[in-house]
Every structure is written in structure tokens, then in C-alpha cells.
């Protein structure tokens, strides 16, 4: 079903269309551009973090939660709000890197379309929902939990936080990491195709480095799940199965550790050793997944739109790779 027209997809003499990864390549920008990006939107992930997190301790503090003021750190309802809310602001940043530096609309880190298609969102989200809640009830066994004591009040506070921010959460690293990432990368490429293995490679590496894990086996999970959801953003023309993927298995698994009564502190453990080869099971859903969606787009191939009116084609040499256009945005 066509989702309406976007501001670049109106009818064209010009053969040349444009994949999602291409979206910033397309503008011929110059290479700074995008290392000032990619510092910007570093600088993004760390400081909102450095400045919401300690907020949300002080708050602890002056609530009075005893392991605050001995100067331990617990993963409070409040603290682990803000944790979330700093990820969850990567959106508004990168839309607002992407149309100062490259003068883009910032719904292209949306989609072709240009702007964020939520049928398509809700019938991945309604699809994945009962499929993802089986699985990661599942991994429980291959991942021993490590109970604590929760006060009702922590309980019910930390389930509204996890249903409301953590969502948010996971936008936010898809708009950052398979949205502006994934273009200023995909835009080093000489060509489609060249563009899309560079824009996977670094996005799905930098992905990995931003969880800061130690442990090889979740560094491999990471590496797998960033470049199966890039891979996916390129075939559908944008990001929304990709955020609806990271929310339902962030928000689940969460969900479940709460439910348990786990010790959430312990969960985000990432520390060497932490991980065994049973994460290889995880890291097939994930690639499983991916082709699920590739096999399910088959008949429409990879979504492409137009070239942008104004901006002239790129020059593709003789031999040089290409990318044959397979339909406009539905």
C-alpha cells in the first residue's frame, strides 16, 4: 500500500533512483561534513548521558534512597529514566545534524518517504510482539537471572518507565546508529553497493563500541543485531521495522527481568566472561529475522524513490558498481 507521496517523488525524466543508504550521498557532501556529524552525534550519546544521569541521582539523593547518600550506585526508577531519556534524545539531535550539516529534511532519517511510516511500524510491532515475547522468555533459561528485593513502589514505577521511556530508548539509537551513521558512512562509497557494506561496517562496529561490553560474545551479538537492522533499513526504504525491533526486544526483555523480581544492575552486566557460545542462538533470531524481511520484500525487491529534484545525478564509471531500481516507496 503507498504510504503518500513524498517531497521527492514526483515524476522525473531522470532514471537514477535513490536507496535509503544513499540518502546524504546523493548531496555530494564534503567529507568533513560527515566526520563533524559523526563527532557531533559521539558527543550527543556522552553528554546527554553525563548531564541526565547525575540529575537523576541527585533526585535519588534527595529523596533520600539510603544507597544514593552511602555513595553506592543502584539502578533506581528514576536513574534508569534517565538513562533512557538521554539515548531517546539521539533522535531530535540527528534530525537536526542531518538537515544542518547536509540540508536534508530531517524526516529523510525517517524514510524515503521522509517522514516515519507508522503503518509499516505497526505491523511489524504486531507482528514481532507475540513472536519476541516467546523468545525472550526462552533465553531466561540459557541466561540465569539473579533475583533481588523490589518495594511495590519500585516495581510499579520502574514497569511505567520501561513501558513509556524504553521504547523512546531505542528510537533514539536507531535514528543515531541506522539512520545518520548508517547515511554519512554509506556516503564514502564510491557507489550503491560499496556504500552499503561501509555503511553497515561502521555502523554496526560503532553500535557495538557504544555498549562498551568486554565480553566477546555479547560484542558478537551486538555486531550482528546493528548489521541485520541496517541491512533491513536498506531493503525497506527506512528505519521503522528496525526501531519496532530494537523497542519490542528491549521493552520484552526488560519487562522480564522486572517480572522476575531481577537485579537490574547485574543484567547490563558486560563484563568479560559474562557471555558463553549460547548468545550464537540469540545472534541467529536476530539474522533469522533479517531474512524473514528480505524474503517477505522479495516481490518488490529493494524500496527506492527518485533522485531529489535539484540535486544532480551522481556519476557511476563504467564497470563501476550500480544498483539496479527496484520501486518507489510503499
Not at 529523596?63 to 539515548?87: E, H, K, Q, Y
Not at 563504467?318 to 527496484?326: K, L, M, P, V
Request: charged fraction near 10%; proline fraction near 6%; hydrophobic fraction near 55%.
Amino acid at each position: 500500500m503507498n504510504t503518500g507521496p513524498s517531497i521527492h517523488t514526483e515524476v522525473s525524466a531522470d532514471p537514477v533512483r535513490t536507496a535509503y543508504h544513499r540518502t546524504i550521498a546523493e548531496t555530494r557532501p564534503r567529507a568533513w561534513r560527515g566526520i563533524v556529524a559523526l563527532l557531533l552525534l559521539l558527543a550527543g550519546l556522552v553528554g546527554f548521558g553525563l548531564i541526565l544521569t547525575p540529575i537523576g541521582m541527585l533526585v535519588d539523593s534527595l529523596a533520600g534512597r539510603s544507597a544514593i547518600v552511602d555513595g553506592t550506585f543502584v539502578l533506581s526508577p528514576v536513574v534508569f529514566a534517565s538513562n533512557m531519556l538521554a539515548l531517546a534524545l539521539l533522535t531530535p539531535w540527528s534530525m537536526l545534524l542531518q538537515r544542518w550539516l547536509f540540508k536534508l529534511p530531517a524526516g529523510s532519517l525517517s524514510s524515503l518517504a521522509d517522514r516515519f511510516r507508522f503503518d509499516r511500524f505497526g505491523r511489524a510491532v504486531a507482528i514481532l510482539v507475540p513472536v519476541w515475547a516467546v523468545y525472550i522468555c526462552l533465553t531466561a533459561f540459557l541466561f540465569p537471572i539473579q533475583a533481588t528485593a523490589w518495594t511495590t513502589v519500585d516495581l510499579v514505577a520502574m514497569l511505567l518507565v520501561v513501558l513509556v521511556v524504553t521504547p523512546l530508548q531505542s528510537m533514539g539509537e536507531e535514528y543515531g546508529f541506522r539512520g545518520l551513521i548508517f547515511q554519512i558512512a554509506s556516503s564514502w562509497g564510491r557507489g550503491p553497493r560499496s556504500g552499503l557494506v561501509i555503511g553497515v561496517l561502521v555502523s554496526s562496529v560503532l553500535f557495538m563500541c557504544a555498549h562498551l561490553a568486554l565480553d566477546p560474545w555479547l560484542n558478537l551479538y551486538y555486531l550482528v543485531f546493528g548489521a541485520t537492522l541496517a541491512l533491513i533499513s536498506w531493503r525497506t526504504g527506512g528505519i521503522e521495522i528496525a526501531v519496532a525491533l530494537h523497542a519490542v526486544n528491549n521493552t520484552i526483555a526488560i519487562l522480564l527481568q522486572i517480572v522476575l523480581h531481577a537485579d537490574l544492575a547485574a543484567g547490563f552486566d558486560r563484563s568479560a566472561g559474562v557471555g558463553n557460545p549460547s548468545v550464537l542462538l540469540l545472534c541467529a533470531m536476530v539474522a533469522g529475522t533479517g531474512v524473514v524481511v528480505w524474503i517477505a520484500t522479495r516481490r518488490v525487491g529493494t524500496v527506492t524513490c527518485p533522485a531529489r529534484p535539484g540535486v544532480p545525478p551522481m556519476p557511476t564509471p563504467i564497470g563501476h558498481d550500480s544498483e539496479t531500481a527496484a520501486t518507489r516507496a510503499r
